[in-house]
């Protein structure tokens, strides 16, 4: 079983939609989450990050974190073109553990 | 302005020439790492280093070292580069060990 797990996609959604990534990780000691975008070519760029369970919101960026169940959410709200990107979830244990990523595609 | 600095940005060289990717920050940060990055196998931690002069062994360290002499440098180096080193690679640095990362812009390594 993968340390962390993300949805390779590509998810595809409208331009003005809610985009919704996910992200599972297996070791329930983990205590800091992070979300990542990464352009082509490109390095990662901190987006959210989140340590407690809810929600953290940061303009039309959610964070979502359930720890019981495991797993960390990223909502972008009014997704622009701007947005498509690879995003990557990652999850500190003892050190920091990236998922593979999730592509986003956000057509005009 | 606070950055990750990675140098070279570029390289390809040959099998078994010894190489080193330097890597500075000037944000005082502790924690300081170095990643691979391949297709299909997402971001793969190779060393890091809690302080100055403490490093220790990531996910896939064979065939790398690292060295933290002073706080703000954190060199990679290669001894005898192959093949299967050829990726691209990111340092890395933060606060502490659960604080958000702040990357460079990557070194790009191809080995001939």
């Known amino acids: 079983q993968k340390e962390v797990e993300q949805n390779s996609g590509p998810l595809s959604v409208p331009e003005g939609a809610i985009a919704s990534l996910n992200c599972t990780y297996s070791d329930r000691g983990s205590q800091s989450f992070f979300w990542y975008r990464q352009y082509s070519g490109k390095s990662p760029e901190l987006i959210m990050f989140i340590y407690s369970n809810g929600d953290k919101e940061d303009g039309r960026f959610t964070a979502q974190l359930n720890k019981a169940s495991q797993y960390v959410s990223l909502l972008i709200r009014d997704s622009q073109p701007s947005d498509s990107a690879t995003y990557l979830c990652a999850v500190n244990t003892d050190k920091l553990i990236f998922g593979t990523g999730t592509r986003l595609q956000v057509f005009p | 302005e606070a950055q990750v600095t990675q140098n070279p940005r570029y390289l390809i060289t040959v099998t078994g020439k010894k190489l080193t990717v330097t890597c500075s920050q000037n944000?005082?940060?502790?924690?300081m790492s170095w990643y691979r990055q391949d297709p299909g196998l997402g971001l793969r931690q190779i060393y890091y280093s809690m302080n100055v002069e403490v490093t220790d062994k990531g996910d896939v360290p064979e065939g790398y070292k690292v060295s933290r002499k002073e706080k703000r440098n954190f060199p990679l180096i290669l001894e005898s580069p192959s093949p299967n080193q050829t990726s691209l690679y990111f340092c890395a640095s933060s606060l502490g060990r659960l604080q958000p990362q702040h990357f460079g812009d990557g070194t790009r390594l191809s080995i001939l």
């Open positions: 944000m005082n940060h502790e924690y």
